[in-house]
């Protein structure tokens, strides 16, 4: 799949989102990646302005509670990430100098870093040349390539698979990293791709097949409504709305219609580290 097409494609065709900004910073990077996870870039990024006025370093981040960084992180979902951003900063702060680390290897060492947001740091914030996936890289790459209507399962091969397109310097090979994440996102997309805009419609292998519908076997996500999810969601929602951000242990979403679920919604925020119980009341962690 030559590089030129989407190198040229990407010029004329990005979006202008903050953290393409040259001069925003790894930790903008790294706040806007964990923020960016499952969530789309729409309710991103006012949280994402919100959370760098308030926390502009790694270090005012972790000079913070985690219970701030949990009432911050507001309505994104996941609040797991919040929590692991928080820790991230501290190691940040006591083991980088309160600089995000280069490297892939140091920014996988950190909390809640996986192989995805260590390379795209290291790539869109420092300019290293490594192959960045996600799922509309993986779709794109599907199709072009593979002649698939739909990606499979992410794998160490889709790395394997990006980094045999990539150009030689760093600099393009980072343009053509965003542009596949781009091209999947606003053309490529999953269910009506715009093939006409594409710039790989030429060499698409899928588009020389007819377009054949090869499945989709890819991990569903569960149902949110009615979810443990949702009910998590809730307890949490409550403890940030509360002007102490304490509610009595029983009146916890009290009117909740399924009272088992309402128990383990509370019992597994706690076992995850995002609610604390005491004296019979539950509160954002400290």
């Known amino acids: 799949m030559p590089a030129l097409p989407l190198i040229e494609w990407y010029a004329k065709n ?11 910073g790894a930790w903008g990077v790294l706040v806007s990646e964990f923020m960016l996870q499952q969530t789309p870039v729409s309710r991103v990024i006012p949280r ?3 959370w760098l006025k308030r926390w502009p370093t790694a270090t005012a981040l972790a000079d ?4 701030d960084a949990v009432r911050q992180w507001a309505n994104l979902g996941y609040p797991r990430r919040a929590l692991w951003l928080h820790q991230a900063a501290v190691e940040i702060r006591d083991q980088h100098g309160g600089a995000v680390p280069t490297e892939v290897t140091a920014l996988l060492a950190l909390s809640g870093v996986g192989d995805y947001t260590a390379r795209a740091v290291a790539v869109f914030a420092y300019g290293q040349r490594h192959p960045v996936v996600d799922t ?6 599907a199709r072009a390539i593979a002649g698939r209507s739909q990606p499979g399962n992410a794998s160490r091969r889709d790395l394997d698979d990006m980094a045999a397109i990539l150009p030689d310097d760093d600099e393009s090979a980072a343009i053509v990293n965003a542009a596949a994440m781009e091209l999947g996102a606003v053309v ?3 269910r009506n791709p715009r093939c006409e805009m594409c710039p790989l419609a030429d ?7 007819g377009y054949p519908d090869t499945g989709d076997d890819r991990r569903k996500q ?4 009615g979810s443990d999810r949702q009910a998590r969601g809730a307890v949490l ?3 940030r709305d509360a002007t102490t951000h304490v509610v009595a242990l029983e009146d916890v979403i009290a009117d909740w219609p399924d009272a088992a679920q309402r128990h383990r919604a509370i019992d597994s925020l706690i076992a995850d580290g995002l609610a604390e119980v005491f004296d019979g009341m539950l509160q954002l962690p400290r």
Do not use: G, M
Not at 14 to 24: G, I, K
Not at 136 to 141: G, H, I, K, W
């Open 222 to 225: 569960a149902r949110y409504e």
């Open 203 to 209: 060499i698409c292998a899928w588009r020389a097949e």
């Open 136 to 141: 509309n890289t993986r779709r794109v790459l």
């Open 48 to 50: 994402l302005e919100e």
């Open 64 to 67: 913070s509670s985690p219970a």
């Open 237 to 239: 929602k409550e403890l």
């Open 14 to 24: 990005a979006r202008d989102l903050p953290w393409r900004d040259p001069s925003f």
């Open 188 to 190: 490529c997309t999953a």
